[in-house]
């Protein structure tokens, strides 16, 4: 049955074939340039027909469900956003998402565990062609194989407003990874936040993503943990990290780089000027890495937060990363949780620390170890010197473990009774320990004012605490995060 529509108007031959749902889609970041005319099997449409109208033979690529076109122009023109998805749902025979109808104009959208499929995913990517308002878009274990991706792809040539995709655990392969490399090698689109882990990403994978990442520098945070990347992978990726401008975090946590990949990355990693936060947990870098790593971290002065927890780092490891923390100027985190240190490789690293006055150490994770009462002692000294140190240990061996206890007053209580004392808010107390007298203050600087300040006394245990109810996960800590009423 035909549904009878306004007058086409007249629009710029440009415009032919293309989805449009309001107003004409103009990246926000770029001038507007008129794309060159198409052929229809070409552009990017949505065949609005019944299921049963006869299809333009295409290519083998476009046969697999992903072409975005629209046949019926008319109807493109004076269709909104709900009413396109509802189309689109009806032309690949899928089932509607509620949760998408009702969030399509919100900023974020999670269809994390919606089951879509390739031909859901389809719909969702036709609806999101002259969407202007998702910014953000979870997709997550849907089982989009790579004929899921390549609809996103193609509707990300188109829009210019989303920036952040998570399309992890959805089996991928090499096929997707071949897609999402031809895709990032045009260098156009707004994605700056890019999560793939967990998509059986091998060797060849590796190859053909890090081949465009050296010279792509629009994607600035890369998750591509839970594959199966191993010592030739990582040798790929520490050549692209040798070359790449553009990365600033990278998560390459839960794969398979030994002593040979970690070599490679760290070599990678002695040049680069962007990265700040790598997460390399749960593989097996060893002791040979852990050397790599001390040669980086004495030549880097861009990383800041590096996360080597679970990797088979013993006491001699330690040592070679603790040769790289007496000279290093950048780093502030650095997690070596599950690692098989004692509390002599835990001294080993407080004390480099000590010795490097430029150091910029905020937190230092062994949450493993059990530690004495001397290293509490030697502890106290590194304190002095870095008063923005937090050091987390699994406990205290000795008749001193008795007294932690007695340490861990809630902190909030005491922070509460001297604002109700003095008729302030809480927030109002933390604002006037901040130089800035802001609501927000880096996780360092808060920590150390609290240590300094005499107003409430805390421990260092208690000051972690404020820290977790204020910390945004930014490296920031946010007082607005405290709903106090002034008594």
Partial sequence: MSIP????????????????????????????TEPAPQSSDEGLYCEAEAPQTVRKVKPDRENSETDLEIEDNEKFFTTGQKELYLEACKLVGVVPVSYFIRNMEESYVNLNHHGLGPRGTKAIAIALVSNTTVTKLELEDNGI????????????????????????????????????????????????????????????????????????????????????????????????????????????SWNHFHTRGAVALCNGLRGNVTLTKLDLSMNGLGNEGALALGEVLRLNSCLVHLDVSGNDISNEGASKISKGLESNESLKVLKLFLNPISVDGALLLILSIKRNPKSRMEELDISNVLVSEQFMKTLDGVYAVHPQLDVVFKGVQGPSAKNTISLLTNPMKLIQSY?????????????????????????????????????????????????????????????????????
């Fill in 5 to 32: 529509f306004p007058p086409k108007p007249t629009l710029p031959r440009a415009c032919e074939g293309r989805i449009t749902a309001g107003s004409p889609r103009v990246c926000p970041h770029e001038t507007p």
């Fill in 145 to 252: 194989t790579e004929e899921g991706i390549l609809s996103l792809v193609e509707m990300l040539q188109e829009n210019y407003y989303l920036q952040e995709m998570n399309i992890s655990n959805n089996q991928l392969g090499l096929e997707g990874a071949r897609i999402i490399s031809d895709f990032l090698e045009t260098n156009t689109s707004s994605i700056w936040n890019l999560e793939l882990s967990g998509n059986d990403f091998k060797e060849e994978s590796a190859a053909l993503l890090c081949q465009v990442l050296s010279s792509n520098y629009r994607i600035k945070k890369l998750d591509l943990s839970h594959n199966q990347f191993s010592d030739v992978g990582g040798e790929h990726l520490g050549q692209m990290l040798a070359t790449n401008v553009g990365l600033t975090s990278l998560d390459l």
């Fill in 419 to 487: 604002a109700d004392q003095h008729k302030i808010t809480v927030e109002d107390f933390l604002k006037s320990l901040n130089p800035t007298g802001t609501m927000r203050m880096s996780v360092g600087e808060f920590q150390k004012v609290m240590i300094e300040q005499n107003k409430v006394p805390l421990n260092r245990y208690q000051v972690r605490e404020v820290i977790k109810r204020l910390d945004e996960k930014t490296g920031m800590v946010n007082f607005s995060f405290l709903k106090t009423v002034k008594p």
